[in-house]
């Protein structure tokens, strides 16, 4: 067989699906990174109506049909008051695609991607199929990311810095003072700050900021999707939104590998962002009522874990063997250097399941614990 290239041999399939994996079938899953609720019927109606209509029988423009786009400008100007271009936002496959096309417009070879650690699997990953050179920073010990610490980590080969809030794995929300911190450092130091924010509906406590709102410069690009914010995660329609000269770069690398997003699921989505968004409350309460179970069940058990105030996951210190000794118990939670070496003694756990089984892992996860101290 001939050779592979580098850029492949340098990842491999994600320390959560190995989990997955060695775990058993009827095994309580608190590994899973999607909402436990059904997609809007209104946005699946819109892709029943599109492919019934025939409008999603064939490719749409490169960028996304024209009333997605301008659903995902009026969501900017709704939620944060930014006055977006239609023209600026790319409809992507899922904010995996958009996070890929992002690194590949603005990442030479060899040139550093700051990334949190721990941190989402895909930056890691990502950075190297784009031949650059993750470096992760290390969080603070409330699992935020410092912007000193991003600071202190630009080089000169440094192409972006990737931030993520609220976060995945942690559940960790970023200040508004930080997510300032992030637009100036991006502005003064002239690297690009890719903004990660699929959890942005999921916020308990406080209120999501983008360092969209506070840039001087271009130098911002965010990624979002409807997979978090509407339980949409099978649809796989997500968008990257920046300047012009940023979007034309980006849809290059779009338009060879993907053409379009899936056109029933951009119906679906452009419905579901303009459309009621009663299900972002609904979801988010209920997130919040099962956070609390969590928390307060892991520190009955004398587990150490930083309050998350947004996303769905928590990320407490566990002992030696913990990960293991809950799958072998029937409880699968993904070992927190998954995530990056700064998840070394950590787990992630997933809250997205019924509060009922929630309890019942929750007493299980107790009795690991006890079983390794
Ligand atoms: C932080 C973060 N970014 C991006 C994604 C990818 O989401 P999508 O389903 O839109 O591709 C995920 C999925 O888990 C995520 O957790």
């Known amino acids: 067989m001939t050779d592979f290239a580098d850029r492949v041999e340098r990842i491999s399939i994600s320390g959560i ?4 994996e060695a775990a058993s079938e009827d095994a309580i899953n608190l590994g899973l990174g999607q909402p436990d609720f059904p997609t809007p019927e209104h946005a699946k109606q819109a892709a029943i109506d599109a492919i019934e209509s025939g409008a999603a029988d064939g490719y749409t423009p490169n960028k996304g049909i024209e009333p997605l786009r301008e659903a995902i400008a009026a969501k900017y100007e709704r939620d944060q ?74 080089s000169d080969d440094t192409a972006a ?36 924010e699929v959890y942005e509906y999921t916020i308990f406590e406080g209120e999501h900021h983008s360092p ?48 379009c997003a899936t056109a029933a699921a951009q119906y679906a989505a452009a419905a579901a962002l303009s459309g009621p968004q009663d299900i972002v409350e609904e979801m988010t309460d209920s997130f919040q009522r099962r956070r609390d179970i969590l928390v307060e069940g892991l520190e009955a058990h004398e587990i150490t874990c930083a309050r998350p105030t947004g996303a769905f996951y928590a990320m407490p210190e566990v002992p030696e063997g913990f990960v293991q000794e809950c799958i072998d118990r029937g409880v699968v939670v993904v070992p927190g250097e998954a ?19 929630l309890r019942e892992a929750i007493k299980i996860m107790g009795e690991a614990a006890d079983a390794v101290r």
């Open 212 to 259: 969209l709102e506070y840039a001087d410069s271009d130098n911002v690009v965010v990624v979002n999707s409807c997979s978090k914010l509407y339980s949409m995660t099978g649809w796989r329609l997500g968008w990257v939104v920046g300047a012009s000269e940023r979007v034309d770069r980006m849809v290059r690398v779009h338009q060879y590998a993907q053409a």
């Open 161 to 196: 810095f990737i931030i993520n809030s609220p976060a995945n794995p942690t559940g960790a929300v970023a200040s508004e003072d930080d997510i300032r911190e992030f637009a100036r450092i991006a502005d003064e130091h002239d690297v690009l700050c890719v903004s990660d």
């Open 17 to 20: 699906r190995e989990v997955f």
């Open 339 to 357: 995530f990056g070496p700064g998840g070394e003694g950590m787990a992630r756990i997933s809250y997205a399941t019924d509060a009922e089984t």
């Open 81 to 154: 008051g930014i006055a977006i271009d239609p023209d600026d936002v790319i409809a992507t496959s899922g904010a995996s695609e958009a996070l890929h096309i992002a690194l590949e417009a603005h990442v030479g070879a060899g040139q550093e991607v700051l990334i949190p650690d721990p941190g989402f699997v895909s930056y890691d990953a990502l950075t190297k199929l784009a031949d650059g050179t993750p470096v992760p920073v290390e969080l603070r010990d409330d699992l935020t990311l410092d912007p000193a610490a991003v600071e202190d980590a630009i």
